[in-house]
Structures are given as C-alpha cells and as structure tokens.
C-alpha cells in the first residue's frame, strides 16, 4: 500500500453522501466539518483529531504538555474556520506505563487551555492500550455561512502566513530551547482566525499542521487553483526546509483580495505575504518559479 493521506481521505470520502436536508453543509476534507442546525444564526464547526504515542509525542513528554497540545491541535482547527470554540470532548486510552500522576498531569494541561479559550470538556471516554491515545473532538461556531473554507480562494488573491514557519521542526530535532517549547506548546490562533472572517474578509483559510508544501498544496486543491510563492519568514535559528516542510506549525495560512489591506502584525503577531493564487494545474505550488514538492508530514507516505 502506498497511499497518500489525500489519496485515502479522498478514497472516503467518495463513498460518503451528504444527505440533502441534514444539516451536513460541509464534510470530509477541511479543517472542520460544518453542519447548521435548522433556524440557527450559527453553524457548527467539528473537528476530531488524535495525539498517538511515539507518532506525536513520547513517554517522556511532560505530561501537562501532551494536554495542551492535544487540545491546541483541535482548537487550532477551529481558528482556521475563523470559529469561537465552544466545547471539547476528549477520549483517553492509557498505556500500562501511564498512572494517575500522568492522566493528573494530562488534565491539567489541557484544562488549562480549555478555560483559557473558552473550551469546557463535556465528556469523553477512557480505555487500556499497550500505548497511550488520546482523540479529541472540539465543536465551535460561527456565522451562519461565514466559516473561512479552504476552497473559497480565487485566482489572483494574494496568500499570507502568520508568525514563522519551521520552529516546531527544529526544536523536535533540537530537543530544547525556544523551538522546543514551541514544539510542545502550539498557540491555536483563535482570536487571529475571528479576525480574518470578520474584519479582514478572508476567502479561504487553513492551519498549518503538516508543513507549508503540502497544507498549500491542499489549499490550492480544494479551491482548483495553483500557486506561485517565495520564501516565508522563517523560525529563527529553523532551516529553509523545516519552514518549507516541517509540520505542527499551528500557524494560519490564508489568501485575500489582492487589493485588500493586510496590517503588519495582529496582537503582536506578525502577517506575511508569500505569494499568489493563480490559475493553473490544481495543486502546484512553485517556489520563485521551481515546483515545490509537497513533502510536508504525511502519516501514510511511507505505510
Ligand atoms: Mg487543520
């Protein structure tokens, strides 16, 4: 088997019909799933997403960090929609080597971050495995018919990233210092992603968690459109090609009207051009005039 995660998600996804009438106004394939309850002034946005051990974090990891970021990763989600998380469930399966002290320090990390966003856990499940799991699910809303989509860019916007690209990258091969906090700690930038739908006029949106190359790609996909970029700002200290490739930069990468006016930074946080939409083969992505392989993190690359 040798099977991109795109390629499976599609595999699914084909064989899944929205029923017309449900409610369901998005499914498989963006950040979250949409679904409008009749005569509500909002949508809701769901997003599931699991935190394995030795995929995404090791024994070794404090253990109020692997809360945190099991939480930061579904929260994230919800700022790319430009959502107000409302809620989080989380399912918790314990290896023999995790006790009470551990599943202590896990709550308080991601409850921490729950009260922080507004995000109060409404239940979950636990179990036993031979290696720790956690799978959470977070709900927000938005507007009715206002959530930030991956496929509402058009042709000639201009595509923006927050922050730096590639901190998470090299402190996962540092293993300290300022990018390894990064790396256990993400910021979901909820208040940033409001800011795109509301003020900004955002046309689409997604978080960065699989790397630059291939979220992009994934972008220009759903939107049938291709991209031209240069180089992002780059994680002091980070390579080029963990900025390029590296994963689990939570940042936000979105695109515009090209005439509209983007400030320089947003709460202290800073907003880069990169590049354009353009029209062309769906999914390129060329760096100053070079295709750009999309070799950011992909679970099923390898399988
Ligand atoms: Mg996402």
Known sequence: MANSELDLIERIRKRVALPPGSGAILGIGDDCAIFRARGAAE?????????????????????QDVGWKA????LSDIAAMGGEPRFCLVSLALAPWAGSRWVDGFYRGLLRLAARENAPLLGGDLAHSDKCMCDIVVVGTVPRGRALRRD?????????????????ALGLARGRGNA???HLHPEPRIALGRFLRSELGATAAMDLSDGL?????????????????????????????????GGE?????FTLPARASVPLEFEGLPLARIGTMRRGRPGAVEYDGVPLAPLGYDHFRNV
Not at 53 to 58: C, G, I, K, Y
Not at 249 to 253: G, S, T
């Open 249 to 253: 930069d939570y940042e936000l990468l």
């Open 71 to 74: 939480l930061a990763r579904g």
């Open 180 to 182: 390894w906090k990064r």
């Open 213 to 245: 190359s291939l979220d992009l790609r994934r972008l220009c996909l759903a939107s049938g459109l291709s991209a031209q970029i240069w180089t992002p700002p780059v994680f002091p200290g980070a390579t080029l090609e963990q900025a390029m490739h």
């Open 152 to 168: 509402g860019a058009r042709a000639g916007n201009a595509i923006y990233v927050s922050g730096a690209l590639g901190g998470s």
């Open 43 to 63: 949508d809701l946005l769901l997003t599931t997403d699991m935190l394995i051990e030795d995929v995404h974090f090791r024994a070794t990891h404090r253990a």
